[in-house]
């Protein structure tokens, strides 16, 4: 019976130690691993992020960048998140168009390492009523 007792009394009180800690690891974001997320945005150079400086198309634009030592960026709301794996060829196929990106953020949240892309049509946003 007393044995019964103690492990009632000691079960909620290392509970109770382990809930804030637990809190705390996960709130400084330790993970076991990063996940992929889906992103919508368009394929662009590091000289012209998201505004092309080329009187030319955004494909040509990219291009020639490329050619001219620039990296390859993900443009999306407004933000360039650096390509990790510059090699890869589905990139210069899809430079400077918009596209859905599946792929995981660096812990900076400053690069991105792309898993697949997918060439999607650009919605058009609503008229604010």
């Not at 009394?9 to 990063?34: D, H, T, V, Y």
């Not at 050619?67 to 960026?73: F, L, N, P």
């Not at 168009?97 to 919605?123: N, P, W």
């Amino acid at each position: 019976m007393k044995r019964a007792i103690n492990l009632l009394l000691i079960f909620p009180l290392a509970l109770a130690i382990s809930i804030p800690a637990f809190a705390r690891s996960r709130k400084k974001g330790i993970s076991a691993s990063p996940k992929e997320h889906t992103y919508y945005g368009d394929i662009s150079d590091s000289n012209c992020g998201a505004h092309h400086k080329m009187p030319a198309n955004p494909r040509q634009c990219t291009l020639e960048c490329i050619k001219h030592g620039a990296k390859y960026v993900f443009v999306t709301r407004g933000r360039a998140l650096m390509v990790e794996n510059q090699n890869d060829p589905k990139l210069e196929q899809y430079a400077g168009e918009h596209v859905k990106v599946t792929g995981t953020k660096t812990s900076d949240h400053k690069g991105i390492t792309v898993a697949k892309i997918v060439k999607v049509i650009r919605r058009r946003r609503k008229p604010k009523a």
